[in-house]
């Protein structure tokens, strides 16, 4: 089946065949679905806190600032294309008639391109965008008045304007302020100052990019670290990786055949967010605050995010500090059965774990070689939001085929959505994930556990996508915060819906939350 010329392509991506046949496997017998047993609820598997309890655990997280590594990281290699899908389409069916004009002209839907273009001066990168185009000659508000919308969305979109169609989110000014306005990459090197600096004033936070935008990252990077230093008297500490070519996924075609590039190379795609646990594994922290890139606010409201971000981490160190003492009693020879029976208390009602079918009739030396395991694994805080109509996956109680019941991120692409119970129990969540982790994978010891060893390789999925006109079929890994964490210890926690602010359309920047 494969050729040197393709087992040269393969081994230049650092892939083994076992991997290649496991993929090749994985499509033609497809992923299972996942079992959800039901939502995760306030009534059971989702904790949340008063205000009084909220401040408390952030001041202990604040508390322990000086015993503990804290890193920020921030998924940001994705492109900004998408959040311009609407204006892209506009820009290819747009010739400026009568009709055309009007319809722009009447448009007040939120999403729409006529509130677009009648709020374009509300954008942070509206004087950019104007003095770009002057120095081309155009005066933007000219072009408004005349209709000629194409040549904004060209300046806006291509080269030689903004090109922001080409750069990733990280580097899209997000949000105005009287100095100057701020890119997404800043709003994180100011919220990373706000909870994420340790005793002795520094702040690590790590990006994920695109190879193609490092460049621009480490410039925008030299142009501004200084201010913000100097502003929040700290000393940034800011690190980046890129996607492995290793964690790509083969394409096939409708036979689950290789797909093939017209010059008969093989076709890889990236395996999606899930491939970042490799990334994730290399980092060195006791507490990780994962969050996306599109997720932030002006300054005016980071306060509440604050507090919840340091309280989540404050639950994660309360949590975490029970498990390392329970661990370590464990080990000892003299352990007492009301200490035995105070673990077992501990990880059935604080992290919802549930026991084989024989642990309860097992001897004392088994139970505890079964509490070490389910005790003795990376320990993540999810926030959960309420569920008001954003899509996304969302937090359940899922039933593996061992029978074990668990906490679980699930997506929708995870359930067999053709099962009557399965959509009857999506249809009870009341909550979803806004990606708002506070992570531990530190163990009793000190040590850095393997996180690969902590994924369920079964809760891939796989997508049809189409390339020069024909239809393949693409294969995602394991989410990061889905399969990829899906041997993980979980603790769901309520946030208020203000600390989830995402853009992921330009006409989101509109809403009252990021103006």
Partial sequence: MYSEKDLAQINNKGISMAMIEEQ?????????????????????????????????????????????RTLKFVPASG?????????????????ATDEQIAQVEDETNFNSVGYFFKNIHHFAFFNELKTCMSEKGKDIHACLEQHDYNTILDFLLYEPGLNYSALPKALLKFHNYETHPR???????????????????????????????????????????????????????ISHSIQNASTDTIAVDENNEPFRNADG???????GHGALINNLNHIVADIVFIKNIDNIVPDRLKPETNLYKMALAGCLLTIRNSVYEYLKLLEKPDLSEKILNQIISFTKDELMCT??????????????????????????????????????????????SNGKLSLQIIESSQVDVQDESQRKVMSKATHFNPVD??????????????????????????????????????????????????????????????????VKTVNDLLRKEHL
């Avoid at 492109?79 to 010739?95: G, V």
């Avoid at 890119?183 to 004033?201: F, K, M, R």
């Avoid at 959960?384 to 996304?392: L, Q, T």
């Fill in 24 to 68: 090749i496997a994985n499509f033609k017998k497809g992923f299972p679905y996942v079992k959800l047993e039901a939502p995760a609820t306030l009534i059971f598997g989702m904790k949340k806190f008063d205000i009084q309890t909220t401040k408390e655990l952030a001041d202990f997280y604040h508390s322990n600032l000086n015993n503990i």
């Fill in 79 to 95: 492109a900004a294309t998408r959040m311009f899908s609407h204006l892209f389409s506009f820009r290819n069916e747009y010739a």
């Fill in 183 to 237: 890119t997404a990459v800043e709003e994180h090197l100011v919220e990373g100052a706000n909870y994420c600096t340790d005793s002795s004033g520094n702040v690590d936070i790590h990006f994920t990019l695109s190879p193609e935008h490092i460049g621009k990252f480490e410039t925008l990077l030299k142009e501004v670290s200084t201010h913000y230093e100097e502003s929040f008297k700290v000393k940034f500490r």
């Fill in 265 to 271: 190379s093989l076709l890889f795609r990236p395996g």
């Fill in 355 to 400: 026991f084989a079918e024989d642990f309860f009739t097992a001897d004392k030396s088994e139970k505890i070689r079964q509490l070490f395991a389910l005790l003795n694994r990376p320990i993540r805080v999810c926030g959960m939001v309420k569920n008001e109509g954003e899509p996304g996956g969302g937090p359940f109680v899922v039933r593996d």
């Fill in 437 to 502: 982790l506070v992570c531990c994978f530190i163990d009793y010891k000190g040590r850095k556990f393997n996180l690969i060893d902590f994924v369920d390789t079964s809760t891939g999925f796989i997508s049809l996508k189409t390339k020069d006109g024909k239809p393949l079929k693409a294969q995602e890994l394991p989410g990061l915060w889905n399969g990829a964490m899906a041997k993980w210890n979980t603790i769901f926690v309520e946030v208020p819906i203000i600390t989830f602010n995402p």
